[in-house]
C-alpha cells in the first residue's frame, strides 16, 4: 500500500492545520489556552452546555442562544462544538435525551447535576470569561448591539432600507479599519 508524504505548509494554508485553506487571511484564535478571539477549549464547551442545562431541559439550538444570551454575545458556540459534546455528555451518562416534536431534547441526568453543584460549590467562573479581553466589553455590547439592529432591518425593513443599512454596515467597517490605520 502507498502512502502519501504529509503535506508540507505553504502561504495559502492554515499554520496549525496544513491541509485546511487559510482563505488568504491570518486566524488568530487566542493563546495556547483558547481565550482571547471567543474560542473555548473542548472541556469549556461541555462545562458550558452542562450550565446551560442546569436551566432546564432544551435542545441543541436552544443551549447555543442560551449560552450566547449568558455570555452577552461574548461566545456563540457553533452546532459543530454542541451536538458532538453533548453526544460525549450523553454517552459519560451527564445528560439523558429524547425526542419531543421532531426534536431532540438533552436534559441533565442526576450525575450531571451532582457536576453541577460540585462546580458551583467550588465557584467556578463561567467558561467564557476570559474568551475576550475586558477592554473590548463597550465594542463588543455595541456590535451586539448593532447585529440585533441590522436583523431588524432585515426581517422588516423595505429593499431600500435594506440597501441603505448595508451601506452603513461597510461604511462602518470602514472607518473602523481607518481608525487603526492612523494610531
Known amino acids: 500500500m502507498r502512502t502519501r508524504p504529509p503535506a508540507e505548509p505553504t502561504s495559502d494554508h492554515h499554520p496549525e492545520h496544513p491541509r485546511r485553506r487559510s482563505r488568504g487571511h491570518d ?17 469549556e464547551v461541555r462545562i458550558a452546555l452542562l450550565r446551560a442545562l442546569a436551566d432546564g431541559p432544551a435542545h441543541g439550538y436552544e443551549l447555543g442562544q442560551r ?3 449568558a455570555s452577552q454575545g461574548a461566545w456563540r458556540p457553533s452546532p459543530g462544538s454542541i451536538y458532538p459534546t ?16 421532531g426534536k431532540r431534547i438533552y436534559t441533565l441526568t442526576r450525575r450531571g447535576q ?24 463597550d465594542l463588543r455590547e455595541a ?4 447585529k440585533m439592529a441590522a436583523k431588524q432591518v432585515a426581517a422588516v425593513g423595505t ?22 490605520a492612523t494610531a
Open 67 to 69: 449560552l450566547e444570551k
Open 27 to 43: 486566524h488568530d484564535h487566542g493563546d495556547r489556552h483558547g481565550h482571547g478571539r471567543g474560542r473555548l477549549r473542548h472541556g
Open 114 to 137: 451532582a457536576e453541577q453543584k460540585e462546580r458551583a460549590g467550588r465557584g467556578e467562573g463561567a467558561p467564557w470569561q476570559g474568551a475576550y479581553d475586558e477592554r473590548a466589553g
Open 143 to 146: 456590535v451586539v448591539a448593532l
Open 86 to 101: 453533548l453526544q460525549l455528555l450523553a454517552d459519560e451518562e451527564m445528560v439523558s435525551s429524547e425526542e419531543r416534536d
Open 159 to 180: 429593499t431600500d432600507q435594506q440597501s441603505r443599512a448595508a451601506a452603513i454596515v461597510v461604511e462602518a467597517r470602514r472607518k473602523l479599519y481607518d481608525l487603526l
